[in-house]
């Protein structure tokens, strides 16, 4: 079962890039799924979390007010909107799925169990 991200590029600064990551696996719905990102030299960090049902989202404080994340469970598919972007977003973004007992979204990566491959984004000044 792999998750697959997709939808990473060169754009320029204040430009917008929208990154996909499909599930093909059959648990999609029941597990909250993310978004983590690693910039060259630096550790993973957390981006954005969403709940099973869509209805709770969270946020680095870095990316607020110009990332989305959404989710379609229908076609298993998670999302991350990427407005505003800015040098610093330059990095690797990977999706990562939470196992069924991860109740709660949760900004650590070793929370969750499944990754997908990374997909790289790099913003120019």
């Known amino acids: 079962v792999q998750l697959q991200a997709s939808g990473g590029g060169l754009v320029q600064a204040g430009g917008y890039l929208r990154l996909s990551c499909a599930d093909s696996?059959?648990?999609?719905?029941?597990?909250?799924m993310a978004w983590f990102r690693q910039a060259p030299g630096k550790e993973r960090e957390f981006v954005s979390a969403?709940?099973?049902?869509?209805?709770?989202?969270d946020y680095a404080d870095s990316v607020k007010g110009r990332f989305t994340i959404t989710r379609d469970n229908a076609k298993n598919t998670l999302y991350l909107q990427m407005n505003n972007l800015k040098g610093e977003d330059t990095a690797a973004y990977y999706c990562?799925?939470?196992?069924?007992?991860?109740?709660?979204?949760?900004?650590?990566?070793?929370?969750?169990?499944?990754w997908g491959q990374g997909t790289l984004v790099t913003v120019s000044s």
């Open positions: 696996g059959r648990t999609f719905s029941n597990q909250i």
């Open positions: 990562a799925a939470g196992p069924r007992t991860l109740r709660l979204l949760s900004t650590e990566a070793d929370r969750y169990d499944r």
């Open positions: 969403i709940s099973r049902n869509a209805g709770s989202t």
